[in-house]
């Protein structure tokens, strides 16, 4: 999923562009700075609804390392997100110890796919908070 698909996202607002092959997942835009680059990133991700908040897992497909984002937010954890043409300021926490076990458990009950990802590589895929800061973000990021 790449720039055609952020710019469909944006097209229909969200709507019916969460069909992969594992079936309908929710997907948000996410919008972080580039930690070397400072350019504005855009990335479509699967996401859980935690209360106000977001659950996103830093799979990477089940590649060895994590995604970008996942980089740019730990140097930066504030974030943009984008859900269903709505723009929100977020701030990214990177889940540890028992919260990021119960988060876990919460996104592999509904998308157990991530469970085989985790056994397919030796690093610990991340899971991360998105707590919402502000809504409506300003809307400046395209």
Known sequence: MGPRYVGLYRLLRGRL??????????????????????RRRTQPVVYVRDGSAFLIVGSNAGLTTDPGWVFN??????????????????????????????AWREITSRYAFFDSYQSAVRRA??????????????????
């Open 73 to 102: 937010l730990r140097a930066r954890p504030e974030a943009e997100v984008e859900l269903n043409g709505t723009r929100m300021r977020a701030r990214a926490t990177i889940l540890e110890g028992d919260e990021q076990i119960r």
């Open 17 to 38: 562009v969460g069909r992969m092959s594992q079936g309908f997942m929710p997907v948000l835009l996410l919008t972080t700075v580039g930690r070397r680059s400072g």
């Open 125 to 142: 895929i991340p899971v991360l908070r998105l707590d919402v800061m502000a809504l409506p973000a300003a809307s400046d990021c395209h």
